[in-house]
């Protein structure tokens, strides 16, 4: 987590931003509450469109492109903004989180890969199969699909990526965060048990299902690697963004997704609304019945 403060553009209040997870560096905190993410056409493109869907109050507000140090960043709200001193937790949604074009991309260069095998063998020894210990090597196809089924992308279609709570360091610890159990009892650390988040959380995320359902960006892109960003503070206040489009491809004219069947390879399917079903699911769950 990286925290960065600037000097008040209204007197009263500082900017505030802390960087859950992602890659350090590609952000700077902007004027009048706005943050900048280093430029990425795909995401432009996803948030011009975002801006005329029905999505839009559920992505912060997008302002354009801007200049620093002779980088381009996308301009857009700082979701921290109305928040005091929030808690922050980044979900990354969908049963994938690799594009099926790079999934393309590794099988026309199909090499046995050294340093993969060491990663798996470093998360978990029994992992590579007879022949892939022979080798010491594994294919990167192999591996980005071994890589999923560690967490709860595969079997729950979300997995949490990292939290932070004032006073407290960042939570990163959620690659082997994969039961409904292990889930659930990380967003009871997130939200210290107050049941009164759970309800805020559980409202806008049922909202949130009803217009990805009507959505025609959603029905027209596969949504891979975008996360929900979840923001509560102690005075009670809730709130759940969609965020980062990097990956997220605008479909053929004649492919639409409904982002619940399951993905096979060529349907583009990203398990998206499965996996909101599933941590709805797991929410509702931590309440008193
Ligand atoms: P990766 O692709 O590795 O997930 P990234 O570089 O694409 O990362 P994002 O996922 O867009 O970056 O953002 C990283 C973190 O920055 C998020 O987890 C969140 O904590 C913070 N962040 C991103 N966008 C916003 C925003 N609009 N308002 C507040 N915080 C944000
Ligand atoms: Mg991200
Ligand atoms: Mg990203």
């Known amino acids: 987590c990286g925290t960065t403060s ?41 948030y011009l469109r975002l801006m005329e869907d029905t999505l839009k109050p559920f992505v912060p507000a997008y302002h354009g492109v801007v200049q620093r140090d002779e980088q381009d960043y996308n301009m857009m709200d700082n979701l921290l903004t109305n928040f005091n001193t929030p808690a922050v937790m980044d979900c990354k949604m969908g049963s994938r989180t690799y594009l099926e074009r790079e999934l393309l991309l590794a ?19 029994e992992a590579p199969t007879v022949q892939e210990r022979t080798q010491q090597a594994v294919l990167k196809t192999r591996y980005m699909q071994w890589r999923e089924t560690l967490s709860s992308t595969t079997s729950l279609g979300f997995r949490i990526e990292g939290f932070w709570k004032s006073n407290e360091e960042c939570h990163t610890n959620f690659k082997r965060t994969k039961s409904r159990d292990q889930v659930m009892a990380a967003f009871n650390n997130f939200v210290e048990s107050n049941t009164h988040i759970v309800w805020g959380y559980l409202r806008r995320l049922k909202e949130l299902r009803q217009v990805l359902e009507e959505s025609v960006f959603f029905r027209t892109h ?50 998206y609304l499965w996996g909101l079903d599933n941590l709805i699911d797991i929410l509702s769950n931590m309440l008193p019945l």
């Open 6 to 46: 600037l000097l008040p553009m209204t007197p009263k209040k500082p900017q505030q931003w802390l960087q859950v997870v992602g890659h350090a560096g590609s952000f700077h905190v902007g004027d009048y509450g706005t943050l900048l993410k280093r430029f990425c056409e795909g995401e432009q493109q996803c």
């Open 107 to 125: 099988k026309e260069r199909p090499q046995p890969r050294n340093d993969m095998y060491e990663k798996m063998v470093a998360v978990d020894p």
């Open 222 to 271: 596969e949504v891979v690697g975008s996360s929900l960003l979840f923001l509560h503070d102690w005075k009670g206040r809730t709130g759940v963004w969609m965020i980062d489009f990097g990956k997220t491809a605008a479909l053929p004219a004649h492919l639409s997704l409904d982002h619940r069947t399951p993905w096979v390879e060529g349907n583009r399917e990203d398990g």
